[in-house]
C-alpha cells in the first residue's frame, strides 16, 4: 500500500528537549516536505527537500532542521522546542512535479 | 492580504442540497490550483485540480476565474460525507513544479440530515 507514514502521532514534550519527528514514503517519490497547520491559518510549509541531499527553506524553518540522507526518509527535527512550535505537523511527498501531495497522518506536538 | 483567502464557514447545508464556495488568490501570475479535502484532524487529501476549462467529477465541479483571481468548488446533491474542511490551495510560481504551495486556511462545510 502507497503511503506515508509519520512518528511519534502525538508528542508532549519540554521546552528544550530535543526531538524528531520522523518521516517515511514507499512511493519512490523524490519530494518530500514537511508542513504545520495552525487554526485559523493554512498549511504553512517549513522545509522541503527535491531529492537526497537537497533541502531547502519553506516559509516557516525557524527552529527546525531536516536531512535527506535516503530518498524514502526526511526526519524533521526540533533541537530546542518552545511553546511556540506547538502544532499539527504533517509530511508530505509527491513526484518531481508535484502535482499531488500524499500526506502522512500528522504528528500533534505539544510543547510546554 | 492573504495570499489565498477562503470563508471558513461553517457552511450548513441540507443534504441534498447544492453548495458552492469560493476562494481567492492575490497572484495573478498563480498557475496551478487544486482543492484538498480534509477530515477532521487527517491529512489533507487531494479532491480535484482546477483546470482552465473547469473540471467537473462526478458531483464537484472546480472552476477557474482568472480575471477576477478565484477558484470555485460545487457540490450537488450533497451527502452527509461530504462533511469536512476544503482546502483551496494555489501554485504562485510561473514555473511547472508545485514544490512551494500557497494554502488556504479552509473552509469548513457541514452536511445535516
Known amino acids: 500500500e502507497a503511503q506515508v507514514t509519520q512518528n511519534p502521532r502525538y508528542l508532549i514534550t519540554v521546552t528544550g528537549k530535543k526531538l524528531t519527528v520522523t518521516c517515511s514514503q514507499n512511493m519512490n517519490h523524490e519530494y518530500m516536505s514537511w508542513y504545520r497547520q495552525d487554526p485559523g491559518l493554512g498549511l504553512r510549509q517549513i522545509y522541503y527537500s527535491m531529492n537526497v541531499e537537497v533541502t531547502d527553506k519553506g516559509d516557516v524553518p525557524e527552529g527546525y532542521k531536516v536531512s535527506r540522507k535516503e530518498k524514502r526518509n526526511f526526519p524533521l527535527i526540533l533541537e530546542s522546542p518552545s511553546p511556540n512550535q506547538t502544532s499539527l505537523y504533517f509530511c508530505a511527498s509527491s513526484d518531481p512535479m508535484g502535482y499531488e501531495q500524499y500526506f502522512g497522518p500528522g504528528t500533534r506536538l505539544t510543547v510546554t | 492580504r492573504k495570499e489565498v483567502e477562503q470563508d471558513p464557514g461553517p457552511f450548513n447545508v441540507p443534504e441534498g442540497a447544492t453548495v458552492a464556495f469560493n476562494c481567492t488568490y492575490s497572484n495573478s501570475a498563480s498557475q496551478s490550483f487544486f482543492w484538498y479535502r480534509q477530515d477532521c484532524r487527517k491529512e489533507p487529501k487531494l479532491l480535484m485540480s482546477?483546470?482552465?476549462?473547469?473540471n467537473e467529477d462526478g458531483r464537484f465541479t472546480a472552476q477557474l476565474n482568472r480575471a477576477s483571481q478565484y477558484i470555485s468548488l460545487l457540490i450537488r446533491d450533497s451527502k452527509l460525507s461530504d462533511s469536512a474542511t476544503y482546502l483551496c490551495?494555489?501554485?504562485?510560481?510561473?514555473?511547472?513544479?508545485?514544490?512551494?504551495?500557497?494554502w488556504g486556511a479552509g473552509t469548513k462545510l457541514i452536511i445535516k440530515p
Open positions: 490551495v494555489v501554485n504562485p510560481w510561473e514555473g511547472d513544479s508545485n514544490y512551494q504551495l500557497i
Open positions: 482546477v483546470y482552465s476549462s473547469g
